[in-house]
């Protein structure tokens, strides 16, 4: 019997790379104009894929998968959180759902350390006016554009997966002292290796620490877990520096203590309506209290091929009957 290849819808445009093994592999429907998809392609591909290869830009939601055809089994998913899929939604229907963790947790720590010594240290403010046509720089100055020192400060890291640790090794080398909040205590081992002091209470660290660090899912229990009341714990010259997913921090709440010169600076990759960015949070970063990125955390070449080829082993093994390593979980 001769078995027919998948049909594989994938939403985005991926790697020249990935999308050659794709098309090898399987029948591959690719978007090689990247153009985004709205809800009535979504659906469209749905209800004819064998697998779907979604994004963070792409909202499966419970209305997109009611939709689905019998044929589709499983949603591979390029991306490390899943917080744009319903999950169980996908589960109760008997779609696995996979996502391509550990790949792209190096790079991601990497642009949280890099906003976490921009931020104080004005790294934005000061290549702005290298380049800006109006503003000269005045030559260097004993007084002129000094930050805040990070060697020594106490950053609070909120969710220590995989990410969150590789920050900590990172924060390490940079003197910073780290501290951490986690639904689980690290093993004794771990925390000894990231010299890390764990806090059971959130609000306790909060109201401790010069920088914290968003480094956890978005799920319905994170949803503005620095919420108004939380944020009003950190101290007026504590920093906050967001690479994991804008809705863990109530933006408006942020902004509004931005505003207010109650916190010293923040340093957000997320957003929570992306692509849509809060004016008031251009406005502030306009005036350098906040540096704002497009969602960069992983995007390199090598975390986007590696992520690519971690989908298509999680629909290989799937196809072959097998249980994917990358397997979601409820
Ligand atoms: C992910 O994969 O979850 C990232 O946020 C996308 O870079």
């Known amino acids: ?43 469209e591909a749905v ?29 591979a998913s390029f991306s490390n959180g899943v917080d744009h899929i319903d999950v ?6 008997g779609i696995t759902v996979t996502n391509t963790p550990g790949v792209l947790t190096e790079d991601t720590a990497d642009m949280t350390m890099a906003l976490i010594l921009a931020v104080p240290r004005r790294l934005a403010e000061g290549a702005q006016v290298m380049i800006a046509d109006k503003e000269e720089w005045p030559g260097w100055s004993p007084t002129w554009m000094l930050g805040r020192r990070i060697w020594g400060k106490r950053l609070g890291i909120i969710g220590m997966g995989r990410i969150g640790q590789a920050v900590a090794r990172r924060a390490k080398a940079f003197g910073l002292q780290i501290h951490y909040h986690n639904r689980r205590r690290l093993a004794p081992g771990i925390e000894e290796m990231l010299d890390a002091t764990y806090w059971d209470s959130l609000d306790q660290m909060l109201a401790r620490m010069d920088i914290v660090s968003v480094n956890c899912p978005h799920t319905p229990a994170t949803y503005h877990l620095l919420s108004a009341r939380r944020l009003k714990l950190l101290k007026p010259d504590a920093y906050v520096v967001n690479t994991a997913r804008g809705e863990v921090i109530d933006e408006n709440a942020l902004t509004r203590q931005l505003e207010a010169g109650e916190i010293a600076g923040a340093g957000l990759d997320v957003f929570e309506h992306e692509p849509a960015v809060n004016p008031k949070l251009i406005r502030l970063a306009r005036q350098g209290k906040v540096v704002l990125l497009p969602h960069l955390g992983s ?26 390593p990358d397997r979601v979980l409820p």
Do not use: Y
């Open 1 to 43: 019997m001769v078995r027919r290849k998948p049909l594989v819808v994938v939403t985005r445009k991926l790697p020249d790379s990935v999308e050659t093994r794709m098309r090898e592999l399987f029948d591959a429907k690719l978007n090689i104009d990247d153009v985004p998809m709205d809800q009535a392609a979504l659906v």
């Open 47 to 75: 209800k004819t894929a064998d697998v779907l290869v979604p994004t963070v830009t792409d909202r499966i939601d419970s209305a997109v998968l009611s939709q689905a055809g019998e044929n589709l089994r499983l949603i």
């Open 88 to 93: 169980s939604s996908a589960l109760n229907r």
């Open 299 to 324: 995007a390199t070449l090598e975390g986007r091929v590696d992520m690519g080829e971690k989908v298509i082993v999680n629909i290989k093994t799937f196809m072959d009957g097998h249980r994917p």
